[in-house]
């Protein structure tokens, strides 16, 4: 059974960081792609970052680059967002997801099969 299950989220202030984790069972981080969305309140969700499986490429939204990364723990079966200079606009609830079979990154919520529940990330002073 497929699990995803997010960690990290929390209260943090404009230029300050966090750190997401998505710890992974079910299946292995390193045979499928793995994406982070965000959903901000009254938006709809959206694909911020993924990494693939197959070469560990990485794509990024606009409105990351340079300020987010993802990268992947095999061993640990988890990936990671290290989330960097944030701003009010970042506030949202981060959610991975995976379809845990494709090796490509995408970003395109309807290709994703399973979710994890959320962490709420809140970035204000």
């Known amino acids: 059974q497929v699990q995803l299950v997010e960690s990290g989220g929390g209260l943090v202030q404009p230029g300050g960081s966090l750190r997401l984790s998505c710890a992974a069972s079910?299946?292995?981080?390193?045979?499928?792609?793995m994406g982070w969305f965000r959903q901000a309140p009254g938006k709809e969700r959206e694909g911020v970052s993924c990494?693939?499986?197959?070469?560990?490429?990485?794509y990024y939204a606009d409105s990351v680059k340079g300020r987010f990364t993802i990268s992947r723990d095999n061993a640990k079966n988890t990936v990671y967002l290290q989330m960097n200079s944030l701003n009010p606009e970042d506030t949202a609830v981060y959610y991975c997801?995976?379809?845990?079979?494709?090796?490509?990154?995408?970003?395109?919520?309807?290709?994703?099969?399973?979710w994890g529940r959320g962490t709420l990330v809140t970035v204000s002073t």
């Open positions: 079910g299946f292995s981080v390193d045979y499928a792609a």
């Open positions: 990494i693939s499986s197959s070469d560990g490429s990485t």
């Open positions: 997801a995976t379809d845990a079979l494709t090796p490509t990154c995408t970003t395109r919520v309807e290709y994703m099969d399973y």
